[in-house]
């Protein structure tokens, strides 16, 4: 079989990342058909940051897609850890947000973060639940 050919991630990291910078530091946006700077800045970084999921699955796994199913970790055990760490922090991260930050960040990104960090905690408990506890007994 041929080696298959990592797909290009780049365009997708760059567009996400100016994408990110205007909604954190730039704050530009039209007021769109909802006649909502906000919401259509809140649009434009949604947007970003699934443009990074997007670069971030490439780089990771070599290929297009976006779920990571755990055939595709190399090291589930290790893995799972790290990421219920990173799942942790972002929930931390999203209460720092939302609540002494909140002046200097857009309204919703303590939520937008916190669903960010339950999807991490709820990635990594089904990969520990899966190698542990429920693994299939060969």
Same mark, same amino acid.
């Not at 670069?55 to 990771?60: I, L, M, S």
């Not at 897609?65 to 190399?74: A, E, S």
């Given at each position: @079989?041929?080696?298959q050919v990592a797909p290009e991630w780049r365009p997708h990291a760059v567009l996400g990342a100016l994408m990110m910078l205007d909604t954190l530091l730039i704050d530009f946006a039209p007021a769109g058909p909802w006649d909502s700077e906000s919401f259509t800045l809140g649009v434009i970084g949604l947007t970003g940051l699934a443009l990074l999921y997007v670069?971030?699955?490439?780089?990771?796994?070599?290929?297009?897609?976006?779920? =990571?199913? @755990?055939?595709?970790?190399?090291? =589930?055990?290790g893995s799972s850890r790290k990421l219920l760490g990173v799942g942790i922090v972002t929930i931390a991260l999203a209460w720092?947000?939302?609540? =002494?930050?909140?002046?200097?960040?857009?309204? =919703?990104?303590?939520?937008?973060?916190?669903?960010?960090?339950?999807? @991490?905690v709820l990635q990594a408990v089904y990969v520990m639940l899966s190698i542990g506890p429920l693994a299939d007994q060969e």
């Open positions: @079989m041929a080696e670069a971030w699955y490439r780089v990771t796994f070599k290929r297009k897609g976006l779920i =990571p199913w @755990m055939d595709l970790w190399k090291d =589930p055990s720092l947000t939302g609540n =002494p930050l909140q002046d200097h960040m857009p309204d =919703p990104a303590g939520l937008v973060l916190t669903l960010i960090g339950l999807l @991490m």
